[in-house]
């Protein structure tokens, strides 16, 4: 696929929201780092520095090498998506040297017979279910009302030993501890709870910083900008404060240079039913500014999904199955 175009902002230029932005920016090509990939939405830095992406159709975790673009496969033979892409293996994360992935919408709710919850890494062809969120959630139904009673994960982060899971559907984030689980997951559940919940306003991204959560919302359909939201909250006092709004179908949030905070949005709703993407090229990377807005970086973005820095780089991956970098990113006041 051709090289997207992507709007770089001017050095520390004025803050705007990213829909009512007019000003003419420079336009430059990202580099695309890696492609090929079969389902992709989540990713992570792996402990060596790499990039490791789960890629649900295919069922396996895929690591590339940020300088080369080299695609390996770090481990394979977890349960493959029933509904194409959003099911499967969503998300990573490493825990020490180990690796967790978050599975989603492969149980008999949704045409498969495995397990939706939290998979550890022991092996190249090798899994342990560590958290059973599936069967949690069908036992601790929410308030809201919802089609899909194991729910429709998203998103996962470590948080001080611990994991932390998103439930779009369900619109809750989940605490799971799966230090301990050496064969299998308690037969009670116990490991899992709920930290928050919300009406529906669509859960996606998590990011950390400290003891503070960050978590994106891409909003209830149609995912209009005023529902685009970055909010924080910490686990002894889990009650959401808005941080910044604006920002249409947000679908991540992650701390980039000196601390700065951003979002990323898939950019405008194709429309059909819920779950599906933004329409291609209209993605966008923003920045968080300290009057609750944000400032526009990126644009023309192809659907991304997950975002990752590494020093002044941004590293997304679309839906297309690709892998791209945006350099020279810095500038920025320092929100935390």
Same mark, same amino acid.
């Given at each position: 696929?051709a090289a997207a ?8 230029a004025?803050s705007?929201p990213p ?9 430059v090509k990202p580099t695309l ?6 389902g ?8 060596d520095g790499?990039l490791y ?11 590339i090498?940020v ?6 496969t770090?481990a394979s033979?977890l349960?493959?998506s029933a ?5 499967g ?10 690796a967790?992935v ?16 939290i ?13 059973n ?7 601790h ?11 429709s ?6 948080y001080?030993?611990e994991l ?5 559907h ?12 050496v ?12 930290l928050?919940a ?6 996606t991204?998590?990011a ?9 919302e891409a909003?209830?359909l149609p995912?209009?900008p005023k529902d685009?939201?970055?909010?924080e ?9 808005e941080?910044?709004s %604006?920002?249409?179908l ?5 701390? @980039?240079p000196h601390?700065?905070l951003y /979002?990323? &949005?898939? +950019? ?6 819920a779950?599906?993407?933004g329409?291609?090229n209209?993605?966008f990377l ?6 609750g ?6 644009d023309?973005?192809d659907?991304?999904?997950s975002?990752?820095?590494i %020093?002044?780089t941004a590293?997304y991956?679309?839906?297309a @199955?690709?892998?791209?970098k945006?350099? /020279?990113? &810095?500038? +920025?006041h320092?929100y935390?």
């Amino acid at each position: 696929m051709a090289a997207a175009l992507v709007t770089l902002m001017p050095v520390c230029a004025p803050s705007a929201p990213p829909q009512y932005t007019t000003e003419k920016h420079p336009r430059v090509k990202p580099t695309l780092l890696a492609g090929g990939l079969e389902g992709s939405l989540g990713s992570t830095i792996g402990p060596d520095g790499a990039l490791y992406i789960p890629e649900g159709k295919a069922g396996r975790i895929s690591r590339i090498d940020v300088e080369t673009g080299a695609v390996t496969t770090f481990a394979s033979g977890l349960p493959k998506s029933a509904i194409g892409v959003g099911g499967g293996a969503l998300d990573i994360a490493f825990l020490g040297e180990t690796a967790y992935v978050l599975v989603t919408l492969v149980s008999s709710y949704v045409e498969g017979n495995d397990i939706d919850g939290i998979y550890r890494v022991d092996g190249p062809n090798s899994f342990t279910v560590v958290a059973n969120v599936g069967r949690w959630s069908v036992a601790h139904p929410p308030r809201p009302a919802f089609d899909v009673p194991t729910g429709s994960m998203y998103a996962m982060e470590t948080y001080r030993g611990e994991l932390l899971v998103t439930d779009s559907h369900l619109n809750r984030v989940l605490r799971i501890k799966v230090a301990g689980c050496v064969s299998s997951p308690p037969p009670d559940d116990s490991n899992i709870s709920e930290l928050i919940a919300f009406d529906d306003i669509v859960p996606t991204g998590l990011a950390i910083s400290g003891h503070t959560i960050y978590m994106a919302e891409a909003g209830p359909l149609p995912h209009l900008p005023k529902d685009g939201k970055i909010v924080e909250f910490e686990s002894k006092n889990p009650v959401a404060t808005e941080v910044a709004s %604006g920002a249409r179908l947000l679908v991540d949030v992650e701390t @980039g240079p000196h601390h700065h905070l951003y /979002g990323l &949005s898939q +950019g405008t709703w194709g429309g059909g039913v819920a779950g599906d993407p933004g329409l291609p090229n209209t993605g966008f990377l923003v920045r968080v500014n300290e009057d609750g807005g944000f400032t526009l970086v990126a644009d023309h973005l192809d659907r991304p999904t997950s975002l990752e820095f590494i %020093g002044n780089t941004a590293y997304y991956v679309s839906l297309a @199955g690709e892998v791209w970098k945006i350099e /020279g990113i &810095s500038c +920025g006041h320092r929100y935390h």
